[in-house]
């Protein structure tokens, strides 16, 4: 059966079909569906090649299980469109239906313009409280959708599957790796083309990262009130669209442009991870704009507050919580998910706010409809999954509590390894944890020792640099009277607030992050670096560079070339040895001839007692390691002193403080560990 639309255009009921959301392109036409549940009638509006001009408005024919679809042959890719959809504005019950606002769909696989702010992209009259109903028409300030051709030749790329113990990863900015790099051709920085140019896959194949973590690519929105103060949103933690990429990062506005990425990278051997937001949109709270879900179905797309559904219920504090509880919209990640591994080649994500996936009405449950969804997907349970532990909500801080096979980011090691190396008091048995990739948080429910993301520095806080450069947070550039961003930053400035020509306050500064980033690369678990770290990158001491789309935040190429080298020699130490384990090590005289054997050494070269714990002083951890070499790795966040060697045939293998990081010297008896400073020695 044909249904005719007004502009002569002509639906094929035949080949609709509703079990594919989004448009599909099938070689002879277009395939439209649309999921909400409360709608009334939904109208899909096609526009000309640039977006600006509506060509045709028509009714999705079909409607089952609140799925609204209709199939339009003869459409090809390129063509731009979104929806309106009409129902009841009834803030009150939780609708906020309004055909005047242009939506986008959620299933947008790229988008053409970006948002030009105007009062008309609100669903009620600014000024008038948001029971009002605006009737200005939305389209010429809204991006559209864009149908794709989703070929693409894959040719021999193949999935790396890198396991967990050899996994070191680099948590980095699509723009900010590649805007100040000499290398990277001028047209092409701040772009996955980029991204992906020989000069950075060059840099991070010497510095022997096995995976980049990517922070958002997801369409995201530039805050209106970021823009008025001459700001842009630069991290992308504000997404709008989770199947269509950020269209500023594409140079050639294509999407092969990430797949020719993607596909570059695993050549190199290194996996790509994004970082990804279901747990809030960018329309924000009930007084936000109207862009797409809450348009199309304010109460199954949003969780509404159970005393009044006018009012959004926020566990992220950024307005609004995804009610990823709803089937459909479980529905709508998880599909999410698969698109960005089956089509575009991703190995795994790191989510974001993590703990409010996991909220059910109960609060948060490890055994949530997202996390048990996740694991029993024949395609996701396969790849990287990293949950952030932690939301605003009540008991959202759930380090430790998220189920198989998830890793975890691990604030605990960031803190007591910060604090260690400050040399605050009473850190020894904390620090012993994070060594052992903290069994007392992970090692339950079969749970291997892999699973702590260890790290110094991420996206949000002080970079690695500015750890011991600042002893206080200088925001001041973000224009919220440096208000913003946490205050415990377990910083040291070493002698001076800032730059400093000191030679002996630099030189302090770099023997410390080298005996960081040696105690994070010697430590249990997966260890993650900040971009920028390897080399000294320092943001001026603002710790909430969120909105800092420039130099601050930009890495600043070539950096410290010492502190790079350093970096590298340690993780092809790491790798070299084999230190990572999928088990957790057993304490001593508990050996069971597979799992790695823990002894806690005191300086006199004797096991540690409980009264020692209680003390400062260095820390040896000796791993006596079936059929493989004993390792024995000494932190000394103190001064220099001797340590006395257990029995055995040793060989310096690593010593943060020295010109030559690594070494391959034979020591015995008693031997001086340098302050500041890490050592490894192996036995022969």
Same mark, same amino acid.
């Given at each position: 059966?044909?249904?005719?639309?007004?502009?002569?255009?002509?639906?094929?009921?035949?080949?609709?079909r509703?079990? !594919?959301?989004?448009?599909?392109?099938?070689?002879?036409?277009?395939?439209?569906?649309?999921?909400?549940?409360h709608?009334?009638?939904?109208? #899909?509006?096609?526009f000309?090649?640039?977006?600006?001009?509506?060509?045709?408005r028509?009714?999705?024919?079909?409607?089952?299980?609140?799925?609204?679809?209709?199939?339009?042959?003869?459409?090809?890719?390129?063509?731009?469109?979104?929806?309106?959809?009409?129902?009841?504005?009834?803030?009150?019950?939780?609708h906020?239906?309004?055909?005047?606002?242009?939506?986008?769909?959620?299933?947008?696989?790229?988008?053409?313009?970006?948002?030009?702010?105007?009062?008309?992209?609100?669903?009620?009259?600014i000024?008038?409280?948001?029971?009002s109903?605006d009737?200005?028409?939305?389209?010429?300030?809204?991006?559209?959708?864009?149908?794709?051709?989703?070929?693409?030749?894959w040719?021999? /790329?193949?999935?790396?599957?890198?396991?967990?113990?050899?996994?070191?990863?680099?948590?980095?900015?699509?723009?900010?790796?590649?805007?100040?790099?000499?290398?990277?051709?001028?047209?092409?920085?701040?772009?996955?083309?980029?991204?992906?140019?020989?000069?950075?896959?060059?840099?991070?194949?010497?510095?022997? !990262?096995?995976a980049?973590?990517?922070?958002?690519?997801?369409?995201?929105?530039?805050?209106?009130?970021?823009?008025e103060?001459?700001?842009r949103?630069?991290?992308?933690?504000?997404?709008l669209?989770?199947?269509?990429?950020?269209?500023p +990062?594409?140079?050639?506005?294509?999407?092969?442009?990430?797949?020719?990425?993607?596909?570059?990278?695993?050549?190199?051997?290194?996996?790509?991870?994004?970082?990804?937001? +279901?747990?809030h949109?960018?329309?924000?709270?009930?007084?936000?704009?109207?862009?797409?879900?809450?348009?199309?179905?304010?109460?199954?797309? +949003?969780?509404?507050?159970?005393?009044?559904?006018?009012?959004?219920?926020?566990?992220?504090?950024?307005?609004?919580?995804?009610?990823?509880?709803?089937?459909?919209?479980?529905?709508?990640?998880?599909?999410? #998910?698969?698109?960005?591994?089956?089509?575009?080649?991703?190995?795994?994500?790191?989510?974001?706010l993590?703990?409010?996936?996991?909220?059910?009405?109960?609060?948060?449950e490890?055994?949530?409809?997202?996390?048990?969804?996740?694991?029993?997907?024949?395609?996701?349970?396969?790849?990287?999954?990293?949950?952030?532990?932690?939301?605003i909500?009540?008991?959202? +801080?759930?380090?430790?509590?998220?189920?198989?096979p998830?890793?975890?980011?691990?604030?605990?090691?960031?803190?007591?390894?910060?604090?260690?190396?400050?040399?605050?008091?009473?850190?020894?048995?904390?620090?012993?944890?994070?060594?052992?990739?903290?069994?007392?948080?992970?090692?339950?429910?079969?749970?291997?020792?892999?699973?702590?993301?260890?790290?110094?520095?991420?996206?949000?806080?002080?970079?690695?640099?500015?750890?011991?450069?600042?002893?206080?947070?200088?925001?001041?550039?973000?224009?919220?009277?440096?208000?913003?961003?946490?205050?415990?930053?377990?910083?040291?400035?070493?002698?001076?607030?800032?730059?400093?020509?000191?030679?002996?306050?630099?030189?302090?500064?770099?023997?410390?992050v080298?005996?960081? #980033?040696?105690?994070?690369?010697?430590?249990?678990?997966?260890?993650?670096?900040?971009?920028?770290?390897?080399?000294?990158h320092?943001?001026?001491?603002?710790?909430?560079?969120?909105?800092?789309?420039?130099?601050?935040?930009? @890495?600043?190429w070539?950096?410290?070339?010492?502190?790079?080298?350093?970096?590298?020699?340690? @993780?092809?130490?790491?790798?070299e040895?084999?230190?990572?384990?999928?088990?957790?090590?057993?304490?001593?005289?508990?050996g069971?001839?597979?799992?790695?054997?823990?002894?806690?050494?005191?300086?006199?070269?004797?096991?540690?007692?409980?009264?020692?714990?209680?003390?400062d002083?260095?820390?040896?951890?000796?791993?006596?390691?079936?059929?493989?070499?004993?390792?024995? @790795?000494?932190?000394?966040?103190? /001064? /220099?002193?001797?340590?006395?060697?257990?029995?055995?045939?040793?060989?310096?293998?690593?010593?943060?403080?020295?010109?030559?990081?690594?070494? /391959?010297?034979? !020591?015995?008896?008693?031997?001086?560990?340098?302050?500041?400073?890490?050592?490894?020695?192996?036995?022969?």
């Amino acid at each position: 059966m044909l249904k005719v639309s007004p502009k002569g255009l002509v639906f094929d009921a035949g080949s609709a079909r509703p079990a !594919v959301l989004g448009a599909e392109y099938d070689g002879e036409g277009v395939n439209f569906a649309l999921f909400s549940e409360h709608a009334e009638r939904v109208e #899909l509006c096609l526009f000309d090649e640039d977006g600006a001009t509506e060509t045709a408005r028509l009714d999705l024919p079909e409607m089952e299980g609140g799925i609204w679809y209709g199939y339009l042959p003869g459409l090809a890719p390129g063509q731009a469109y979104g929806y309106r959809v009409h129902g009841a504005y009834a803030p009150e019950e939780g609708h906020r239906f309004n055909p005047n606002k242009l939506l986008l769909d959620p299933y947008a696989r790229q988008l053409t313009g970006e948002i030009d702010w105007d009062d008309s992209l609100f669903g009620y009259e600014i000024g008038q409280g948001d029971l009002s109903f605006d009737t200005r028409d939305s389209a010429a300030f809204m991006p559209k959708a864009r149908v794709v051709d989703p070929n693409y030749d894959w040719s021999a /790329d193949r999935a790396i599957l890198r396991p967990w113990e050899e996994t070191v990863i680099y948590e980095a900015h699509v723009k900010g790796l590649t805007m100040r790099h000499d290398g990277v051709v001028q047209a092409d920085r701040g772009t996955f083309a980029g991204l992906a140019s020989e000069p950075v896959i060059q840099h991070l194949k010497a510095l022997g !990262v096995t995976a980049i973590e990517l922070l958002p690519v997801h369409g995201f929105v530039q805050d209106r009130h970021l823009l008025e103060k001459g700001l842009r949103n630069y991290w992308g933690y504000n997404t709008l669209s989770f199947f269509a990429p950020n269209a500023p +990062y594409l140079k050639t506005g294509q999407l092969s442009e990430i797949k020719d990425a993607i596909r570059r990278f695993h050549e190199a051997g290194i996996e790509v991870l994004l970082d990804v937001v +279901y747990n809030h949109t960018a329309e924000g709270n009930e007084m936000g704009p109207t862009l797409s879900f809450r348009g199309i179905d304010n109460a199954s797309y +949003y969780l509404l507050s159970p005393d009044n559904a006018r009012h959004s219920f926020d566990t992220t504090g950024c307005g609004n919580t995804l009610n990823v509880a709803h089937p459909m919209v479980l529905r709508m990640v998880l599909d999410s #998910l698969r698109y960005w591994v089956q089509v575009m080649h991703v190995d795994g994500f790191r989510f974001d706010l993590a703990s409010t996936l996991g909220r059910e009405s109960a609060g948060f449950e490890r055994e949530s409809a997202f996390f048990n969804a996740v694991r029993q997907d024949p395609v996701l349970s396969h790849v990287k999954l990293i949950a952030e532990p932690w939301d605003i909500g009540e008991g959202g +801080y759930q380090v430790g509590g998220f189920p198989w096979p998830f890793r975890e980011w691990n604030d605990k090691a960031r803190d007591d390894l910060r604090g260690y190396w400050r040399r605050d008091g009473g850190l020894r048995g904390r620090v012993s944890q994070r060594l052992l990739g903290s069994p007392t948080q992970f090692h339950h429910s079969k749970r291997p020792a892999t699973t702590s993301v260890n790290f110094l520095a991420a996206h949000d806080g002080f970079t690695l640099w500015d750890c011991v450069s600042y002893d206080n947070k200088h925001n001041e550039a973000n224009g919220e009277d440096s208000a913003d961003g946490h205050d415990n930053n377990l910083s040291h400035n070493m002698g001076a607030e800032g730059p400093t020509d000191d030679p002996g306050i630099l030189h302090g500064r770099e023997r410390r992050v080298r005996a960081m #980033l040696a105690s994070l690369l010697m430590s249990q678990g997966v260890p993650m670096i900040l971009a920028g770290d390897e080399m000294g990158h320092s943001q001026n001491g603002n710790n909430n560079a969120y909105c800092q789309d420039n130099e601050l935040a930009w @890495i600043g190429w070539p950096g410290r070339p010492e502190l790079i080298k350093a970096t590298a020699a340690m @993780i092809a130490l790491r790798q070299e040895l084999g230190l990572a384990s999928r088990r957790f090590a057993v304490g001593a005289g508990h050996g069971d001839g597979v799992a790695d054997e823990a002894h806690w050494l005191h300086a006199e070269g004797r096991e540690m007692g409980e009264e020692d714990w209680g003390q400062d002083g260095p820390l040896g951890l000796l791993l006596r390691r079936p059929a493989r070499a004993d390792v024995l @790795i000494i932190l000394n966040a103190g /001064d /220099d002193c001797a340590f006395a060697l257990p029995e055995g045939d040793w060989v310096l293998r690593l010593c943060s403080a020295g010109d030559e990081v690594t070494k /391959d010297e034979r !020591v015995e008896g008693e031997f001086t560990a340098p302050g500041q400073a890490v050592r490894v020695l192996v036995e022969a």
